[in-house]
């Protein structure tokens, strides 16, 4: 179930939005690309909502991955299920074809309305997914996001019940900040769900007085070495925190070391 990276022993991407939403759609998501290629990346996550022409940057993107041998996430901002809790067929087509189109293999998207529909009635929806995603090439990696109905340990454990009922088995990036916003704990969660976790956004989380905050993962008020530990240590992971700084690359280059680092300790132990 995990993905498979060219350099599978340093398994580490760069989700795009991580440098800044307003300066990646002042520069582009190709120029992070290339960046994060130059600190060391092996991939990159492109974030649909970050696209100002997809029909241009999609095939540059997709150019660069392929001349660069590098794994490619697409991101979706669209949920799998409208809020009446029916499958929703229009953004789950969109996102395969931007994904082929990227060249992705991995599609990223969250379960958005599900718990709204009854479990019993959920098996024409899944039906129609996996006929969507078994015909597409790709693998579907469902996100825990910041909303109580696609986030929370309780609602992702419903559905992923229910999908393997009906014969989908889905994969599952952990995202490892998000827990935190909703009052879950990361470590739990990933006890629970490491066995499907296929990707991991790693990320650190502070805690200001409002709200929480992503943070590099030094800076974490999270045991965030102890939820790693708990997640496959073959499963790739993308740095999907604020990097800001005068050298991004050299910046880049440190959190991606740090990263490393902590997969190779883990992977050293287990």
């Known amino acids: 179930m995990a993905l498979s990276l060219q350099n599978a022993g340093s398994p580490a991407l760069i989700s795009l939005t991580s440098f800044g939403n307003a300066e990646v759609r ?7 690309a290339q960046l994060s290629h130059r600190a060391g990346a092996n991939g990159y996550e492109v974030r649909e909502e970050l696209l100002l022409n997809a029909a241009q940057e999609l095939p540059a993107l997709a150019a ?16 799998l299920f409208a809020m009446d809790g029916s499958l929703n067929t229009a953004a789950v ?23 709204s529909q009854s479990v019993a009635h959920s098996a024409q929806g899944f039906a129609a997914l996996k006929s969507a995603i078994d015909g597409a090439g790709l693998t579907l990696l469902i996100e825990n996001d910041q909303t109580t109905a696609a986030g929370t340990v309780q609602a992702l ?14 994969p599952m990036t952990f995202d490892m900040g998000n827990w935190h916003y909703l009052g879950e ?35 974490s008020a999270a045991a965030w070495r102890a939820i790693l530990r708990a997640l496959p240590s073959d499963a790739p992971r ?6 800001i700084g005068d050298d991004l690359v050299a910046v880049t280059q440190q959190e991606l070391a740090v990263l490393r680092d902590a997969t190779a300790l883990q992977a050293k132990a287990s």
């Open 26 to 32: 002042r520069h582009g998501q190709l120029y992070f």
């Open 64 to 79: 660069y991955g392929r001349a660069h041998q590098l794994d490619l996430v697409y991101s979706c901002p669209q949920p």
């Open 93 to 115: 087509q969109h996102a395969i074809a931007a994904s082929h189109t990227l060249g992705a293999t991995w599609l990223k998207m969250s379960i958005g309305g599900f718990a």
């Open 157 to 170: 454990q419903r559905f992923f019940a229910a999908a393997d009922a009906a014969g989908l088995v889905l």
């Open 185 to 219: 704990c990361a470590l739990q969660a990933a006890q629970l769900f490491g066995s499907r976790v296929a990707y991991v956004h790693a990320k650190g989380v502070q805690r200001l007085p409002a709200k929480w905050v992503a943070v590099p993962l030094a800076e």
């Open 238 to 243: 993308a740095i999907e925190y604020p990097l």
